[in-house]
């Protein structure tokens, strides 16, 4: 049996590459699809004070992380392996460590936003912080 790989996906062409390459490089792993519904996404608008706003906001999210699921069960099934999917809400760098530790996983592969300059220094990176913070390796795709 070969190992439990972690890949966190939200959409972007790099989560996307990072499941890619977790599927090459790993191709007799189990791999486990993590989606975080970050509830900062939300935002602070004035939108976000109407109760239904949340609800409606979460929905969505959920939606998202399906059809995530859905593309991430197509590609894997192309490449005849197969995937489990789960989605948390909580701040994605927190979560991913914590899913890691909680759930046997092996390996983290994820993607890498490319911040650089100012923005990396104000924001951080989610793949930083899970580097920093795993206690498993983490395997950042560009």
């Known amino acids: 049996m070969g190992k439990r790989i972690?890949?966190?996906?939200d959409g972007s062409?790099?989560?996307?590459?990072?499941?890619?390459?977790?599927?090459?490089?790993?191709?007799?792993?189990?791999f486990v699809v993590l989606h975080v519904i970050n509830p900062a996404d939300a935002g602070y608008s004035a939108q976000a004070s109407i109760p239904s706003f949340?609800?409606?906001?979460?929905?969505?999210?959920?939606?998202?992380?399906?059809?995530?699921?859905?593309?991430a069960?197509?590609?894997?099934?192309?490449?005849g392996v197969a995937v489990s999917e789960d989605t948390v809400v909580g701040k994605p760098s927190r979560v991913i460590v914590?899913?890691?530790?909680?759930?046997d996983i092996d390996q983290i592969v994820m993607g890498s936003h490319g911040?650089?300059?100012?923005?990396?220094?104000l924001l951080g990176s989610v793949a930083e912080t899970?580097?920093?913070?795993?206690?498993?390796p983490v395997t950042v795709a560009r």
């Open 6 to 9: 972690l890949v966190p996906l």
């Open 13 to 30: 062409v790099q989560s996307w590459e990072a499941f890619e390459f977790a599927i090459d490089e790993f191709p007799d792993g189990e």
């Open 54 to 71: 949340s609800e409606e906001w979460y929905e969505r999210a959920e939606d998202e992380a399906e059809r995530l699921f859905e593309k």
């Open 73 to 79: 069960r197509d590609r894997a099934t192309e490449r």
């Open 98 to 103: 914590e899913y890691a530790e909680e759930h």
């Open 115 to 121: 911040r650089s300059g100012v923005t990396r220094i």
């Open 130 to 136: 899970v580097v920093r913070g795993s206690s498993v």
